[in-house]
């Protein structure tokens, strides 16, 4: 079974610019969570969605939002785009239930110049 | 904030067991412990997990205390490859917030 793919790998905006990042779940899995991974604040839950709906947010302003499709991908997208939000941003996907078992896709590296 | 103490790094001799400690003295009866490593900055690695009793799989063990205030990761022959960053996670039973902390630098050396 296909791994928690994620498109693109890697990333570079300028300041003020928007990105979108794109996750495709495990088959079957329903439940799509997003992280921020940076060397100072470590990993940091976004938000995760469920059934295209969203089921936990994390402590991130607005200019952090995502989205789930009927067929479960899910995207984020930042906008307005600060130096600080240079960082991996991950994925992971799980089954219906809130207690399964997250897998990590293998990130998207953004740098914003 | 994570509700897990762990060391910041630990080494290990290639094919000797790997003990890597985990603090959890304020988990709720309810909530799991989760292990993940990752390496390299890619994506983090499923481990294992537990609620209360140990638990083995093809990759590691898992010791849970008693009391569930700590637990330990055991890796029974590392080999280089296990070198990475291995997490800790307390996971409530709704809840698919992982707290990550800081996690365990585990070298295995040669």
């Known amino acids: 079974k296909a791994g928690v793919t994620q498109t693109p790998r890697y990333l570079i905006k300028t300041r003020g610019q928007q990105v979108t990042l794109s996750c495709s779940p495990i088959?079957?899995?329903?439940?799509v969570s997003w992280y921020q991974q940076t060397p100072g604040q470590g990993l940091q839950f976004l938000f995760e969605?469920?059934?295209?709906?969203?089921?936990n947010k994390g402590n991130f302003p607005g200019r952090f939002s995502g989205r789930q499709f009927s067929n479960s991908r899910s995207e984020m997208n930042v906008s307005t785009l600060e130096l600080g939000d240079s960082a991996l941003y991950l994925c992971?996907?799980?089954?219906?239930?809130?207690?399964?078992?997250?897998?990590f896709g293998p990130g998207t590296r953004l740098l914003v110049l | 904030d994570a509700k897990t103490t762990q060391p910041t790094s630990m080494d290990c001799a290639e094919g000797r067991a790997a003990n890597l400690p985990c603090n959890h003295s304020?988990?709720?009866?309810?909530?799991?412990v989760y292990w993940y490593r990752q390496i390299h900055s890619q994506g983090p690695q499923y481990i294992i997990h537990?609620?209360?009793n140990n638990e083995t799989n093809e990759m590691a063990s898992l010791i849970i205390t008693e009391d569930r205030k700590s637990s330990t990761l055991i890796l029974p022959h590392a080999t280089l490859r296990d070198t990475a960053v291995y997490y800790c996670?307390?996971?409530?039973?709704?809840?698919?917030?992982?707290?990550f902390g800081a996690g365990t630098r585990l070298t295995v050396k040669p």
């Open positions: 088959s079957g899995h329903r439940s």
């Open positions: 969605y469920f059934s295209e709906t969203q089921r």
């Open positions: 537990g609620l209360k």
């Open positions: 996670i307390v996971r409530g039973y709704n809840n698919n917030d992982m707290r």
């Open positions: 304020t988990i709720s009866g309810n909530e799991y």
């Open positions: 992971a996907s799980g089954l219906a239930g809130s207690q399964e078992t997250q897998y």
